[in-house]
C-alpha cells in the first residue's frame, strides 16, 4: 500500500511569488492534516480536513495560505503571497479513523525555500 | 545519554548504550502521547504511543514513561543503534491535532 506521497520534494521561489504544494493521502483516509517546521523548531499544526470539509483551521498562520481538498482526495496548500518566514518544511499526514489523531501517517515533507 | 526537552535538542551517544530523550508538555488535558521518530528526508513516524491513564509502556526496545504530576515525558531507547539516528519529536493530543514538542536531535557513536 502507498504511502502519504507529497510534491514537489523541494521548492525554491522568491518572496511574492507563489507556490502550490500537493498531498495526496493514503488511500481511503478521510482525514487529512497539513502541518509545517518552520527554522528547524517544532512541527506545527495549520488544518485538518475530513473529505473535503475543512475541520479545523485554526493553525493556518494568515490568509497567504489557502487548503483545498476538492473530492475529498487530494489536497493542495497554496502560498500566495509567499514571504521569507514561510520558509521550512511542510507535512501531509493522513488517518483513516475521526478523533484518533495518534494514527497519522505522515509524507515525506515539501521543503519550502523563499528567498 | 539523557536530553532535557526543549533546552539540550541534541544528545549524541555511543552504540550499545541505552539513551533517555525527555519532553515537557503543557496541555493537561491531553489523553494521548505520541513519540515520532524523523530521519532526513523523511517525514514523523510513529514509534510508540501512550495513554493518559498510562504510566509506562513498552515496545520492541523502545519504553514511554509518562509523568502527569511533572508533565513530563520520556523515551528510553535500549542497546542504540546507528539505525537510531536521528530527530526525535514526543506530540500530545487530545483531539484531532498534535502538537509537538521542538525535537530533539540523537547522534549514534559507532
Known amino acids: 500500500e502507498a504511502g502519504v506521497t507529497q510534491f514537489p520534494s523541494h521548492s525554491v521561489i522568491e518572496k511574492g511569488q507563489t507556490v502550490t504544494l500537493r498531498c495526496d493521502p493514503i488511500s481511503g483516509h478521510d482525514n487529512l492534516y497539513w502541518y509545517r517546521r518552520v527554522m528547524g523548531k517544532e512541527i506545527k499544526f495549520l488544518l485538518h480536513f475530513v473529505k473535503e470539509s475543512k475541520q479545523d483551521e485554526s493553525g493556518m498562520p494568515n490568509n497567504r495560505f489557502l487548503a483545498e481538498r476538492t473530492g475529498g482526495t487530494y489536497s493542495t496548500l497554496k502560498v500566495q503571497p509567499a514571504e521569507l518566514e514561510d520558509s521550512g518544511v511542510y507535512f501531509c499526514?493522513?488517518?483513516?479513523?475521526?478523533?484518533?489523531?495518534?494514527?497519522?501517517?505522515f509524507g515525506p515533507g515539501t521543503r519550502l525555500t523563499v528567498t | 545519554g539523557e536530553s532535557v526537552g526543549l533546552h539540550l535538542p541534541t544528545l549524541s551517544v555511543q552504540e550499545g548504550d541505552n539513551s533517555i530523550i525527555n519532553c515537557a508538555y503543557s496541555?493537561?488535558?491531553?489523553?494521548?502521547f505520541i513519540w515520532y521518530k524523523q530521519e532526513s528526508g523523511k517525514g514523523p513516524q510513529f514509534i510508540i504511543d501512550i495513554r493518559s491513564n498510562m504510566d509506562k509502556r513498552q515496545g520492541q526496545r523502545v519504553t514511554v514513561l509518562l509523568n502527569k504530576t511533572v508533565k513530563h515525558l520520556s523515551l528510553q531507547i535500549a542497546a542504540t543503534q546507528p539505525g537510531d539516528s536521528a530527530v526525535y519529536f514526543c506530540a500530545e493530543t487530545s483531539g484531532s491535532r498534535l502538537t509537538f514538542g521542538e525535537g530533539t536531535q540523537l547522534t549514534v557513536n559507532p
Open positions: 496541555n493537561s488535558a491531553s489523553d494521548y
Open positions: 499526514a493522513s488517518s483513516q479513523r475521526q478523533g484518533v489523531s495518534y494514527e497519522q501517517y
